[in-house]
């Protein structure tokens, strides 16, 4: 991807991000989402995932086209040394290499913050999905079977897990 660099989101880039997303939403079952949220919206998710975790953007040729993020895995204490991670290209980008990219850049930096392991949920089916986790270090931890309903049909969904950082015991707070 010669001209492409992953650096760190700001609220400035939320249009741009909401633009991405927004053909996931209204197109696909891809995100579970009715209605793609609108630039504002955005900005308020890309600052709170830069509070406690990350959110990071690729240009390439000075144009957004793709995006990564951390966030909260469930609520309880005992998960705060893990977290949920997304990634979204445009989607002529699909297999281009931009979705690595922004994952590794993304797990550099929860990692840095303390987070000890990712997990991911995929709509099934979606192979691009798929072999991205795969090919990221993820493995399969189990289907929710028939657990969304979007454009007229039930959708299962897959989760996968990986290691982030090396586990110690009692863990350090993540920071």
């Given amino acids: 991807m010669p001209g492409a660099m992953v650096r760190e989101a700001s609220e400035d880039d939320a249009a741009a991000c909401a633009a991405i997303y927004a053909p996931y ?10 209605e793609p949220p609108s630039p504002a919206q955005m900005a308020e998710r890309i600052a709170a995932a830069k509070r406690r975790h990350a959110w990071v953007v690729l240009e390439d040729d000075d ?9 909260s895995h469930q609520k309880r204490a005992a998960y705060r040394f893990s977290c949920e991670v997304s990634v979204y290209v ?5 297999r281009t290499g931009s979705g690595r990219a922004l994952y590794e850049a993304l797990f550099e930096r929860l990692t840095a913050r303390g987070y000890l392991m990712a997990v991911a949920g995929m709509t099934l089916p979606n192979e691009a ?14 289907v929710y079977r028939r657990i969304g309903w979007k454009l007229g049909a039930w959708h299962d969904v897959a989760w996968t897990q990986r290691a982030l950082g090396v586990e110690q015991d009692p863990p350090p707070e993540p920071r």
Avoid: N
């Fill in 129 to 142: 999905s798929a072999g991205l986790h795969r090919a990221m270090g993820f493995e399969p931890v189990g």
């Fill in 25 to 34: 939403v209204r197109e696909t079952a891809v995100s579970f989402e009715g």
């Fill in 90 to 94: 445009e989607q002529g980008r699909r």
């Fill in 63 to 71: 144009r957004l086209v793709g995006y990564a993020y951390g966030g």
